[in-house]
């Protein structure tokens, strides 16, 4: 089909409505809770303090506040090499993990398909990962297996990312996500809140199938104070307290241990006119293949949201996410993609011990 080539401006920038500047002066700089990250594998959202969240998430900010000045003066990631190892479609987390490490000056090296490996050979991940020693100096791994990470991690001298196991989790996507609220409002880094500021949290998704939603729910644990209630929704139908079903053994407890007030509903239209942030996910990639859930739920620009409420998404996007809500005070989500890439610059720089070269910048 021939196209008629049209020339129109640029749209207007979706990303006005961030504040990494407030968020920045809302956090005191802890250099030694980012020591503590240095050299550790990132495997899951609970091995985090409060603390060292808080401090990447200054690091994240101070780099979103000016990205320039680390573009073209300061090099933290020259002569070190990323091995970036996607067996999973993505186009979020392998680009932006690429274009972190590229921002900051390193190479890159990547492996998107692993039969192009020797896993086609039968070698062992073990072996593989004995390999990756000697290639890079940080490796992110994306695979459908859940105990991949875990397995390559028993070899590797060189810190890995899970940037996603199967249904497991995707811990860096729960440091975007919270990263997002804390820069709408930063306010809620604060032990202290006052019941009137806290937020209600509505999430559509399914927790024990869909590991960005397990993810989050772990990161929230961290900070129960700002959360006044967290709303799981689930489709009309379905038992929420059926096993197998909505939660895996144990997770609506872990949510409850840490203080937070969890209730489920099957009513999302009801709900809308009171919650301050909504999370919506449809996707669980299973296997080889992805499932959709939720078919009944469809956000768009019409809806009865509070003036402030923001809406969160991990992408990718189907119909449960109107496009009509892309220019919408309400869309954050295309915000938490872009602060991904500032979070996971926070992070490699914590990892391979470069963080000396940006803590005094600015
Ligand atoms: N959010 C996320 O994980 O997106 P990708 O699957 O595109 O990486």
Redesign the pocket.
């Known amino acids: 089909m021939m196209h008629t080539p049209h020339f129109t401006r640029l749209g207007p920038d979706v990303y006005g409505n961030a504040h990494p500047q407030a968020l920045l002066e809302q956090i005191r700089e802890n250099g030694k809770a980012l020591q503590d990250l240095m050299n550790q594998h990132v495997i899951s959202t609970l091995q985090y303090s409060p603390e060292s969240l808080l401090q990447v998430f200054r690091l994240a900010a101070k780099f979103e506040s000016n990205p320039e000045r680390y573009i073209r003066f300061n090099s933290p990631l020259q002569r070190k090499i990323l091995i970036n190892a996607f067996y ?9 993990f690429d274009s972190a490490w590229h921002r900051l000056g390193g190479d890159t090296i990547t492996i998107t398909d692993r039969s192009t490996t020797g896993i086609a050979k039968g070698e062992s991940l073990r072996d593989v990962a004995e390999m990756f020693n000697n290639y890079g100096d940080c490796v992110v791994l ?1 695979d459908t297996n859940a105990e991949a990470i875990y397995q390559m991690s028993e070899s590797l001298r060189i810190p890995i990312i899970n ?2 196991n199967g249904i497991d989790e ?1 811990p860096t ?1 729960a440091m975007a996500d919270l990263y997002t609220i804390f820069k709408w409002r930063p306010d809620l880094v604060e032990k202290a809140i006052t019941e009137q500021a806290r937020i209600r949290i509505g999430v559509v998704g399914i927790p024990c199938r869909m590991r ?1 939603v397990r993810s989050l729910l772990r990161i929230l644990t961290k900070f129960p104070q700002m959360i006044r209630e967290l709303v799981l929704f689930h489709e009309p139908g379905i038992d929420p307290s059926a096993p197998d079903t909505y939660f895996d053994p144990g997770q609506r407890q872990e949510l409850e241990a840490a203080g937070i007030s969890v209730i489920t509903s099957d009513d999302l239209m009801a709900a809308i006119p009171e919650l301050d942030v909504i999370y919506i996910n449809a996707i669980a ?1 299973v296997g080889d293949n992805y499932e959709v859930h939720g078919r009944s739920f469809h956000l768009t620009a019409d809806l009865p949201y509070k003036p402030e409420a923001i809406i969160l998404h ?3 996007r189907g119909a449960e996410l109107g496009t009509c809500l892309d220019h919408s005070p309400h869309n954050w989500y295309f915000s938490q ?1 872009r602060g ?1 890439v500032f979070i996971r610059m926070a992070l490699l720089t914590c990892m391979v011990e470069r963080t000396a070269q940006v803590m005094d910048i600015i």
Not at 88 to 96: A, F, N, W
């Open positions: 999973e479609p993505s186009t979020r987390t392998r680009l932006s994306r940037a996603g995707h996507q960005t990639w991990p992408l990718a993609a991904a």
